[in-house]
Every structure is written in structure tokens, then in C-alpha cells.
């Protein structure tokens, strides 16, 4: 079974700062998805960035980029020039291979708080 | 277009009683999956539907069953409910072949009394 770990329970960062949110897995799948999804008090879970585990390119968009490393079964996001919209729970998730469906692992999430 | 629907937002139930909640997803998505976010357990796989059949099952109770019907609508049901099924429950919803693309729902927020 797969799991996934964020060691950081909150993190706060000042506006226009750069903060680096933290995400180790565990897995003995060669091939899958790794996800920053974020959840503001609205509930709603919002896929903030993706990443597939068969490129060794780090994935970026805008503002959030990640640092993934397959070895070391480590997946950190990098938020650049925070907003104060950037506060939200973050989670980090797994997915296994399609042919398994969509079955997501989520690790426990980091509370972020950006301040004016 | 419009997104994944979960109704209702809001549901308060006691002790004992069952509860049903729906999803409809987005058009032309053909799998619906369901997680529990508790403060204490996070966020937990339930059960994933793809045309009508469960896919997958994640390990829960045989007190949580679902389905899902030919328009891709699914429902969730939990009985005898327990003080600890208190929870947020998240609807998501994919396309066939890109599952890793999916789409949430804002969710229903039970509370058992």
C-alpha cells in the first residue's frame, strides 16, 4: 500500500515571499501521479499542480513549481511571490498507474497561512 | 459547463439512522469517486464507480455502499450511523483514460448527533 507523509502540519509565509511545502511517499510502483491539491474554506479541493512520475522534468505552473525526486520518494512544492489568496490547507496525494482507476492517497495536509 | 454537483451541502442525522448523498459529475464523465475527510483520519478513499460497477474500494465498512447509474450520477449510503461518520464527504469525477484529471465537488458535510 502506498502512503504519503507531510511532516509540516502549518507553515506561514509573509505576501510576495517564497515558501516550500514538504511530501515524502511511499510506493513500490515504478510509474504514477503525484498531486498538490489545495482546499480553502470553501471546501472545494483545487488541483493547484501535477506531476508524472515517468518524466524527469519538474512540473511547473506559474507561481508553483515542484522539486521531484523518484529516488528519494520526494515530491516538495515551491509557491514563488505568495498571495494572500495562497491561504489553504495543501495537500500532497498519489495515484497509481490509470489501469487502476483514479484512487488517490492523501498525506495529512499542511495548514499555509500567508500574511500581509 | 458545469461542475460536479454534491447535494446536499449540509445534512444532520442521529445515531442509528441512514443517510443517502448524490453526485452528479461533470458531462461525459464516466467515473465517480468518493473520499471522507475527517480531522482525525484526513482524507480516506471509499469507492470508485466507472459505468455503473465499483472499481474500487477502499477500506471502509460494509455500512458504506454506493452506486451509480446510467447517466454516471452516483449515491452514497451510509447506515446505522455512527457518531464518527461525522465527516465532510467529496465527490470527484473523471474521463475515461484520464483518470488522473479529476474534478471535486464541494462536498457534503454530515454531522451525526
Known amino acids: 500500500a502506498q502512503t504519503v507523509t507531510q511532516s509540516q502540519p502549518e507553515m506561514s509565509v509573509q505576501e510576495a515571499e517564497t515558501v516550500t511545502l514538504s511530501c515524502t511517499y511511499d510506493?513500490?510502483?515504478?510509474?504514477?501521479?503525484l498531486f498538490w491539491y489545495k482546499q480553502p474554506p470553501s471546501r472545494q479541493m483545487i488541483l493547484v499542480i501535477r506531476?508524472?512520475?515517468?518524466?524527469?522534468q519538474n512540473a511547473t505552473e506559474n507561481r508553483f513549481s515542484v522539486n521531484f525526486q523518484k529516488a528519494a520518494k520526494s515530491f516538495s512544492l515551491k509557491i514563488s511571490d505568495s498571495q494572500l489568496g495562497d491561504t489553504a490547507m495543501y495537500f500532497c496525494?498519489?495515484?497509481?498507474?490509470?489501469?487502476?482507476?483514479?484512487?488517490?492517497?492523501f498525506g495529512e495536509g499542511t495548514q499555509l497561512t500567508v500574511n500581509p | 459547463k458545469a461542475g460536479v454537483t454534491q447535494t446536499p451541502r449540509y445534512l444532520i442525522k442521529t445515531r442509528g439512522q441512514q443517510v443517502t448523498l448524490s453526485c452528479s459529475p461533470i458531462?461525459?464523465?464516466?467515473?465517480v469517486s468518493w473520499y471522507q475527510q475527517t480531522p482525525g483520519q484526513g482524507l480516506q478513499f471509499l469507492f470508485e464507480?466507472?459505468?455503473?460497477?465499483?472499481?474500487n474500494k477502499g477500506n471502509f465498512p460494509g455500512r458504506f455502499s454506493g452506486r451509480q447509474f446510467s447517466n454516471s450520477r452516483s449515491e452514497m449510503n451510509v447506515s446505522t450511523l455512527e457518531l464518527g461518520d461525522s465527516a465532510l464527504y467529496l465527490c470527484?469525477?473523471?474521463?475515461?483514460?484520464?483518470?488522473?484529471?479529476?474534478?471535486f465537488g464541494s462536498g457534503t458535510q454530515l454531522s451525526v448527533l
Open positions: 470527484a469525477s473523471s474521463v475515461e483514460g484520464l483518470e488522473e484529471k479529476l474534478f
Open positions: 510506493t513500490s510502483e515504478n510509474n504514477y501521479y
Open positions: 506531476q508524472e512520475a515517468y518524466k524527469q
Open positions: 496525494a498519489f495515484m497509481p498507474p490509470e489501469t487502476s482507476g483514479s484512487r488517490l492517497t
Open positions: 458531462s461525459g464523465h464516466r467515473s
Open positions: 464507480y466507472f459505468s455503473e460497477t465499483q472499481r
